[in-house]
């Protein structure tokens, strides 16, 4: 079975740093996806893992383990505007994609 | 990357009728994808359509309650037939992408049944 799990809501100050972990067990895998989704709007790409390490773009970052089934996205210098939910994936082949349930973050004054 | 255009992006419907969501994409693709996302709940692959050929659906769906047509390798749509409440959702046209965008979104559909 697919299994992937991670934090239902977070909250954080505008300026500061995030981390959203992502934890998985799923029957593939062939890479790890971060989905950003403001609310009613459709889940927009932010970065894609393969590989082990840390891949950064910009104030946004996303690390995986595979050995350890798990990732995490981390933002910096939070600004309001990602107020939204992250939604990590696990692409287990054929444009098969996994998804957890997302993590809601908010983020405060 | 494509440019999705779904519609309608909203609706509210009465029990036991039918509605069918559209998915125009603005070149063609092989593969299209179909996803429902429940309140609170993760994305879920509802089926794969491709264009020449019968839609392949997942675990807990069937084509009875969701046919999908693929006349064209730009445009699908998906029926949700004889709606309940538990159908209130939304739901998501996707297209492959390349290289590591492996899938494009449409804007998706807010279903509410009542």
């Known amino acids: 079975g697919q299994n992937i799990d991670q934090p239902t809501e977070m909250t954080a100050t505008e300026g500061a740093i995030v981390q959203i972990n992502c934890t998985y067990q799923?029957?593939?895998?062939?890479?790890l996806f971060w989905y950003q989704q403001h609310a009613g709007e459709a889940p927009t790409f932010l970065s894609y893992n393969v590989l082990d390490g840390l891949e950064e773009k910009g104030r946004f970052s996303s690390f995986l383990s595979r050995s350890k089934g798990y990732s995490y996205l981390l933002l910096k210098e939070l600004q309001m505007k990602d107020s939204a939910s992250y939604l990590c994936?696990?692409?287990?082949?054929?444009?098969?994609?996994?998804f957890g349930k997302g993590t809601k973050l908010s983020v405060i004054p | 990357s494509a440019v999705i255009s779904q519609k309608p992006s909203r609706d509210i419907c009465q029990r036991g009728t039918s509605l069918t969501i559209q998915c125009q994409v603005d070149?063609?693709?092989?593969?299209m994808f179909w996803y429902r996302q429940q309140p609170g709940q993760s994305l879920t692959l509802i089926a794969t359509?491709?264009?020449?050929?019968?839609?392949?659906?997942e675990s807990g769906f069937v084509i009875d309650k969701f046919p999908i047509s693929r006349p064209n390798l730009t445009f699908s749509t998906l029926t949700v037939s004889n709606m309940s409440p538990e159908d209130s959702s939304i739901y998501l046209c996707?297209?492959?992408?390349?290289?590591?965008?492996?899938?494009?979104f449409g804007s998706g559909t807010q279903l509410s049944v009542l």
């Open positions: 799923t029957s593939g895998f062939n890479g």
């Open positions: 359509a491709n264009q020449g050929s019968e839609a392949t659906y």
């Open positions: 994936a696990v692409f287990t082949g054929s444009y098969q994609l996994t």
């Open positions: 070149s063609q693709v092989t593969m």
């Open positions: 996707s297209v492959e992408g390349s290289g590591q965008e492996k899938l494009f």
